[in-house]
T-cell receptor
Framework: TQLLEQSPQFLSIQEGENLTVYCNSSSVFSSLQWYRQEPGEGPVLLVT?????EVKKLKRLTFQFGDARKDSSLHITAAQTGDTGLYLCAGARAAGNKLTFGGGTRVLVKP | DTGVSQNPRHKITKRGQNVTFRCDPI?????LYWYRQTLGQGPEFLTYFQNEAQLEKSRLLSDRFSAERPKGSFSTLEIQRTEQGDSAMYLC?????????????FGQGTRLTVV
């Protein structure tokens, strides 16, 4: 049983379309991180959110942390082929503590 | 490059052999984590160190697995008597104690294939 559930598991869209990935849990996290992972590589940190209701923007990516700090979403506007990859959310129960990962969402952006 | 470094990148071994992986964290980071990732899944926590002390071990870490961080800098993960089920990507990450938002940075991983 995964503590963090990501949906959808797979998303295929055309370049220029928008997409949203969800990360849900019944547990409260002190912080939540989003990573992108390319095949054969380690996850690369995109953003960390720590405050309930927080919204962070990174160019075309918008990250939101739920008010109760149990869920998060990642929205990509006008997706590009370079956005293709595995998106992982990961939560920490306390500062400096281990991360619990979701199962990942594989995003394919077609030209 | 001052990121997390892992060696080797790939390892193919025969079932029953022992293997050892190395992780060099970001130099000022005192926390070091090991995760395992199988195909199509998110990483799963194995163990972590604060300086040289191993503070937590997952139940996934059977007695065939041992991790060390002797001087609080680099770490090694050894798997004895490897089994085919050990085939996975082994990821190392590091972070800085006191960072309240727990930003962990990952290495490129070591892909282990047990044949």
């Amino acid at each position: 049983t995964q503590l963090l559930e990501q949906s959808p598991q797979f998303l295929s869209i055309q370049e220029g379309e928008n997409l949203t990935v969800y990360c849900n849990s019944s547990s409260v996290f002190s912080s939540l991180q989003w990573y992108r992972q390319e095949p054969g590589e380690g996850p690369v940190l995109l953003v960390t959110v720590v405050t309930g209701g927080e919204v962070k923007k990174l160019k075309r990516l918008t990250f939101q942390f739920g008010d109760a700090r149990k869920d998060s979403s990642l929205h990509i506007t006008a997706a590009q082929t370079g956005d293709t990859g595995l998106y992982l959310c990961a939560g920490a129960r306390a500062a400096g503590n281990k991360l619990t990962f979701g199962g990942g969402t594989r995003v394919l952006v077609k030209p | 490059d001052t990121g997390v470094s892992q060696n080797p990148r790939h390892k193919i071994t025969k079932r029953g052999q022992n293997v050892t992986f190395r992780c060099d964290p970001i130099s000022e980071h005192n926390r070091l984590y090991w995760y395992r990732q199988t195909l199509g899944q998110g990483p799963e926590f194995l163990t972590y160190f604060q300086n040289e002390a191993q503070l937590e071990k997952s139940r996934l870490l059977s007695d065939r697995f041992s991790a060390e961080r002797p001087k609080g800098s680099f770490s090694t993960l050894e798997i004895q008597r490897t089994e085919q089920g050990d085939s996975a990507m082994y990821l190392c990450a590091s972070s800085l104690e006191g960072q309240w938002d727990t930003e962990a940075f990952f290495g490129q991983g070591t892909r282990l294939t047990v044949v």
